[in-house]
């Protein structure tokens, strides 16, 4: 029983979903799990999200945990050093070497990385994609739709309250004031 633990330790679980489902509260509550277990935890974000902290992520409710920011995803496995388990926020926002530094961390910690599955456009979104596909266990999210209260599994970009257009830059770090969480029927296409 005590080789089975081991093994389930060591492992990649990605948690996704599209803005308002909970991943950081999720990955938050895992982290703080695994400190409350006695295990040595990095949290990690990229640099680029500094909407509530710079030294912490912070999910939408309020609930946040400490953390490191990096530039460049080439730094996680040297970040990690010493530590068993390792979260990563918005992974969506790393270049694609988050994918080899992923595999590579795997090989002696758990590593739980968190991130938007989908632009606001409904397409892949950065590496998540590749994360998901070499993930041992994966958790996709639904938010509550803001135009009906079914679930959403999208995210819709605001400009003036409206859909914004398509052809507009992927990435825009924002929260309420630029997004909803929608269901296939309100999602609108610009």
Do not use: W
């Not at 974000?45 to 953390?67: C, F, L, T, W």
């Not at 994360?131 to 999210?141: C, E, F, N, T």
């Amino acid at each position: 029983m005590a080789l089975e633990g081991i093994l389930c330790f060591v492992m990649i679980e990605v948690i996704c979903g599209p803005m308002y489902s909970g991943k950081s509260e999720e990955l938050i509550r895992r982290l703080t799990r695994a400190h409350l277990g006695q295990k040595n935890v990095l949290a990690i974000k990229p640099e680029i999200d500094n909407r509530y902290s710079d030294q912490e992520i912070v999910s939408h409710s309020g609930a946040r945990i400490a953390a490191i920011t990096l530039k460049h995803s080439e730094l996680l496995v040297s970040a990690s050093l010493g530590y068993t388990v390792v979260g990563i926020d918005e992974a969506q926002f790393f270049d694609d070497e988050i994918v080899n530094q992923v595999r590579a961390m795997a090989h002696s910690k758990l590593v739980i990385v968190a991130g938007l599955d989908m632009t606001f456009r409904q397409e892949p979104f950065g590496s998540m994609p590749q994360l998901l596909a070499i993930a041992d266990r994966v958790q996709k999210l639904t938010a509550v739709c803001h135009s009906c209260g079914d679930d959403a599994n999208f995210t819709q970009r605001l400009v003036d309250g409206k859909p914004a257009p398509f052809d507009g830059p992927t990435v825009l770090v924002g929260a309420t004031e630029a997004y909803e969480a929608r269901c296939r029927k309100h999602f609108q296409s610009s």
